[in-house]
């Protein structure tokens, strides 16, 4: 008897996730972090692997991610190796949420692992200073524009436009290691001021060393599964309500304001199709591989006017117990950064919602959980944008 087809429109929960050793971990190789992460995340959902049809990884091996599928025992009928840098896993999730209603998958495995801190320490491969020069980048590099400095000086673009000021962009790496201080599995938890941050050795005006992120190896691993399958998972599911994703520039010559992120078109996507506003958001775990990040997407998203992020990060508002939680487990400032974060950000996500995050869970009024999430990753240099907006209820 054939196999009846799936309904279309299905709903779409994420029921397994998972981190793989993370920090230092200098014995693993990135196929070996990624398999980890990936039976774990399969043993979190408690489901039978052979439900897997569907399978999304990139930046590892010659042909990701049939590669990495072959390593993983897997034979998926519907692959995305989508490559856009840190936003790479949000707009992976977009896809596989798609496919999953369609019919075209029913349980879509997204898994990322990268050993960035042990290669360099190894010297196996040395720090990423650009991107290369073929193609639109040959126009920027014979300038010695690195990549940290493209960052730079959008930061020093909104100082000049809006008077955000260095003290304000160092809150938010203070307050990301104060959220790193209850989280484990953080590589950084020891507390920092804000003049410790502004005294650092300089690495690309205006950032010193802990305006930028860290680095680290690890890797982690998200299942999403079609409704039906979810009274079979182990665990609550956490619903995908809605996703959007956008593209912004590759030269910086074509982008038309630097104090304009993609992340102000993908979330303004994320949240009309799922139905909801900035404001009914209880948390937010945002990509920062450097502090204007933060900044910026918490203004695209919609979280505050332009310009008006500076003062938005002042007063412990994206501590856990602040006014918008962000970035919960410590971030790439403090916690993990392990090449592209991206997919960590949806693993604390629905680790928060699913009220698994220990010391560090964030409670709303009476101490109940937390109902709605989102998280926003940022990929190349404010190149490309994914948000996904998540939900304890569908």
Known sequence: MPTPRPRPHRKVAIVGISLSDTGRVD????????AQAARRAL???????????GFASAGLGTLAPVEVA????????????????????????AHAADAIAAGHANAVLLVYGSTARADIKARRRTSNLSFGARGPLQFEVPYGHTLVSKYAMAARRHMHEYGTTLEQLAQVAVQARANAATNPDAMYRDPITVDEVLSGPLIADP???LHCCIRSDGGCAVLMVAEEYVPDSAKAPVWVLGAGTAVSHTTM???????VSPA??????????????PADIDLAEIYDAFTYMTLVTLEDLGFCAKGEGGSYVEKGRLLRDGELPVNTDGGGLSACHPGMRGLFLLVEAVRQLRGEAGEGQVRKAGGRLPELAVASGTGGWFCSSGTVVLGRNN
């Open 27 to 34: 014995e693993a190789t990135p196929h070996a972090l990624h």
């Open 207 to 209: 950032f010193t060393k």
């Open 43 to 53: 043993a979190d959902s408690g489901l039978d692997r052979r439900l897997i049809d």
């Open 253 to 259: 010559s074509e982008w038309e304001d630097f104090t």
């Open 70 to 93: 072959e390593y993983l025992g897997l034979r998926p009928t519907w692959v995305d190796s989508t490559s856009v840098g840190g936003s790479t896993w949000e707009v992976m999730a």
């Open 264 to 277: 102000a078109v993908s979330g303004r996507l994320a949240f009309e199709r799922a139905g909801v506003r």
